[in-house]
Structure formats: structure tokens, C-alpha cells
């Protein structure tokens, strides 16, 4: 018997459209081989990101016809706090419209120039927003978590010691608070155990250091924690979750992830005082706190989907589709971040890609290649993406790794959507010169992802 099918049957359906070959070319061309600047409407299957993109259940649906819009106090704040207390345990919790201004709001609170925040690994917003306050954004993941090939449980652990030595290192004053992000996205979307969740709680608040959660993809881990450690396999995955939230102080959380929802976040914590300071700066930049920069119908869709999230045959589903798409790709023999996580695959382009240099961005190439051979969006997490320039030389100092990332969103895409994206690898693979080096003709001075333009150099 196969593994089970999607645990939900399609009511609504938007139709996608794959544009012929002749029209990708021009598109990509047009969008000087950037991919962030291609209309969504032009592209077949889009795995840039599982945020934001998640389909939403009829329940949800439902739950927006009952939005109340009233300014202060609307039902859906008392539903969106009480679904949260239920899961979280945490005593206050505090509505924004996305994950990065729990970050902003949360940092601009308690961080002070000089500061440090430990963590497995920041993702790209959270380190931002902290650097943003003159602190250091430091990544302690576990050795295991920094090497693609390496097959091993819990790839999103803190290291134990490393995260000792640290404290000993700034001093407990210098350290706000600590972190870890669930499931850890940057690492490639990899767990941490309940027995790594504890052992880190207990050293922080031996030193008393609040520990946060980054909690995006909460019930993901949850999920992981319940296949693969032993005294959990009996739980639900609420209980798990439970016990995860009960070793943190507060958390930070884009609903946009594990909210199942379009929009849509929060900051939770036990610290009365805190809560008062947080709510105050959210009024200033954000909303009034029973509305956090979201409509009343938002905080609803975010309470149901909160609610969803941690079925298990949803869950169950979900991490397999995942598996299945990585271990097809894996059979083909493209290296790929082993073992799956909980949102994307992620494909070691610079391994898998050896004709081009890595000055000319294999995995940017690869992204262009899927796109132009097959309609397919993908971010390429990598060179890039993540390159420093030598301050004196200029020189570009690039990245450990060159990673492409097929995030898949939730509920959207069946399996014969994954065996489409197998079939566009198995061609490029068939046509390798279809990869072409690049080269950048305009950057910005940040995040220039977003934003540069590309030639390519042996068209
Ligand atoms: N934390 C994690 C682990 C994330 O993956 C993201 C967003 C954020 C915080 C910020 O949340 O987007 O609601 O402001 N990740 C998206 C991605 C953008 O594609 O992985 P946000």
C-alpha cells in the first residue's frame, strides 16, 4: 500500500498555465534572469516560498464572512488569543501583520548596542532585525547541521557546547535572550529535538536568559519530534507542541508559515512588564493591540489555521510530499540536502553543477533553468543570495554553500505536480548546457537578491 493521499479533496481550484517555451525566454530575459521579477501570473508551478502561500481550509474560509472589523476589542482577537494560550501556554500574546515586525518589535524592546542572541541558525529577517539594533546575530548550530550530504535526525540542534562556551565567553548580561528557530529554515528546514529544546532552556535559564522561539514552522518540528524520538511517538502533536512552548519564555511567529494562513503573526510572552513595553511600540508602528496591523478576519483565518496545523494527517501528508519530491531527485542523483525537512528541498547546486564557476552562480543558473525549461520558480539560497565583498579588494567571498530551495507551499500542489518538477530536472540533467553561467550588470547595496540583474555569459 502507498502512502496515504492528500487528507483533503480540492472544492476551489485556480487555474495555473504553463506559458510556451518561446514566451519563458522572452519573460526571463525581460526580467534580466531574476526571478523576483517575473509576474507570478507567468510562472507554472511556484516554489519561491511556503509563506504566505498556503491554501485555505472551507473552515477558514467561513471564518473571514465572521470577521469583525471593530477597532478595539473584535471577537476575533479573543478567539486568535485564546487558540494561542491553548497551544503556547504563554500568558500574553500580541498580533502583527507578519513574522518580521514580531522581530522588530521584539528587538527594538530589549536588545541595546553590543548585544549578542544566540540561535541554531538566524533566518535572513531575524538576523536583520537584530544587527538592526547594533547586536550580533550568532549561529550555533550542531556540526550535522552544516554538512548537506550528512543523513542525521535532529540537524537543527543547538550545540550544547558551543552555546556554553558563548555565554562564558560575552557574559550572561551581554544576552538578551536566546533563540532557536523551529524548524530551522536557513539549516534547510531541519528539526531540533525536545531533548535539545530542554537541555538549552535549562542552560539559558541557569543564567537567566529568556529563550524565544522562532516559531514559524512550530508543528512541522513537532511533527519530526514525534517520528524520530523514541518517548514521543505515543503523543499528539498538540502535546508535543505543548511541551516545546513550556520550556520557552515567549516566541516570535509569522502565521504566514505554520498559521496555515495568507497573512498574519504574533509575539507571545510570560513577562507582564515586557508584554506592556511590546504593546506600547505596537501601537506606535503597527495597531492598536486587539488588531496588531491585521483585519478582524485575518486574526480569525490565523485562529482556525492555528487549529489545523497540527492534525497529523495534514502534517503526515505534508512531510512526505516533501520526502517523495527529494527522494525522486536523489534517485536521479542530484545531491540534495539530506534528509528532507519539513517545507522544501533543497538542491546542493554547487555540488551538482560543475560547468560553471562559482562566481558565475550555478544555483542562480539552475533557478533560471528551471524556469525556462519548465516554467518552475525557485529561490536560490546561496552565492547570490549571501556573498560578501572584501572591504579593501572587492573581492567576492562567497557563501559555504550554493543551495537552490523548491519550497513547497502548503495544501496547494498534489504529487503530480511534484512529478512534473521531477520530469524538468530529468531533462536538464539531459541538457546540461541548458544551464547558463551569469554574470551581475546591476546590484543594490543590501539584499540585493531581490533587486540585481544578471547577463548570461555563454548564451
Ligand atoms: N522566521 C523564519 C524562520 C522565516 O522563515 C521567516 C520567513 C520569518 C521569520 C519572517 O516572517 O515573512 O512573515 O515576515 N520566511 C519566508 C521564507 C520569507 O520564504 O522562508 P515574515
Sequence with gaps: MISPAEPYRIKVVEPIRLLPRHQRIEKIQRAHFNLFLIPAEDVYIDLLTDSGTSAMSDNQWAGL?????????????????KTIKELTGFAHIIPVHQGRV??????????????????????????????????????????????????????????IQKLESFIAKVGPNKIPLGMITLTNNTGGGQPASMANIRQVSQILHHHKIPFFFDAARFAENAYFIKKREKSYSNKSIREIAQEMFSYADGCTMSAKKDGLANIGGFIAVNDDSLAVRLANLLI???????????????????????????????LEFRVNQIAYLGKRLSEMGIPIVKPTGGHAVFVDAG?????????????WALAVALYREGGIRA???????????????????????????????RRVYTNSHMDYVVSVFDHIIMNPSCIKGLQITYQPPILRHFTCRFKEINP
Design 65 to 81: 464572512m465572521v470577521g469583525d472589523e471593530s477597532y478595539a476589542g473584535c471577537r476575533n482577537f479573543f478567539h486568535f488569543e
Design 102 to 159: 514580531a522581530e522588530n518589535i521584539l528587538f527594538s524592546t530589549i536588545l541595546s548596542i553590543g548585544d549578542s542572541v544566540p540561535s541554531n541558525n538566524h533566518f535572513d529577517t531575524t538576523r536583520a532585525n537584530i544587527e538592526n539594533q547594533g547586536a550580533s546575530a550568532v549561529d550555533l548550530v550542531v556540526e550535522e547541521g552544516r554538512h548537506p550530504e550528512l543523513e542525521f535526525p535532529f540537524k537543527g540542534n543547538i550545540d
Design 284 to 314: 506606535l508602528i503597527e495597531g492598536y493591540p486587539t488588531y496588531g496591523g491585521l483585519a478582524g478576519r485575518d486574526l480569525e483565518a490565523v485562529a482556525r489555521g492555528l487549529e489545523e496545523v497540527t492534525n497529523e494527517d495534514y
Design 351 to 363: 555540488k551538482f553543477i560543475k560547468h560553471i564557476s562559482p562566481h558565475n552562480y550555478p544555483g
Design 379 to 409: 529561490i536560490e539560497i546561496g552565492n547570490v543570495m549571501f556573498s560578501k565583498h572584501h572591504p579593501e579588494t572587492e573581492e567576492e567571498i562567497l557563501p559555504e554553500m550554493d543551495l537552490v530551495r523548491l519550497a513547497i507551499p
